[in-house]
């Protein structure tokens, strides 16, 4: 778990004809492993991450999200998908993203 500027793969700031911005549900801890930017490639958070200490995929509010993708007929792989972010935590990513 960890927190994530894109709950989508960078390919959908070009591709995607839906965005959708949320609140982070993940949680508050982080894990060095997890991108801060984006996620891999044909992934989405909403299919392919664990929130909130439930298994992946499960959590009630990430089964919201999907629910809501599928009345709109797109798959969560291709929706311009990020989290709102307080100011620290932007400068915070700023810093992290110059480092790569």
């Not at 894990?31 to 909403?46: E, I, N, R």
């Not at 998908?81 to 810093?95: H, I, K, M, Q, Y």
Request: charged residues 15%; hydrophobic residues 45%; contains cysteine.
């Amino acid at each position: 778990m960890g927190w994530c500027l894109l709950a989508s793969s960078e390919v959908t700031l070009n591709e995607s004809r839906i965005a959708f911005n949320s609140l982070n549900p993940g949680g508050s801890t982080e894990d060095a492993a997890h991108s801060v930017y984006a996620m891999p490639d044909s992934q989405s958070a909403y299919i392919n991450e664990s929130w909130a200490r439930h298994a992946v995929a499960q959590s009630p509010l990430l089964r919201q999200v999907r629910a809501l993708f599928a009345r709109l007929n797109v798959k969560p792989q291709m929706v311009l998908a990020g989290n709102l972010v307080p100011l620290p935590l932007l400068r915070r990513l700023s810093t992290l993203i110059q480092r790569r």
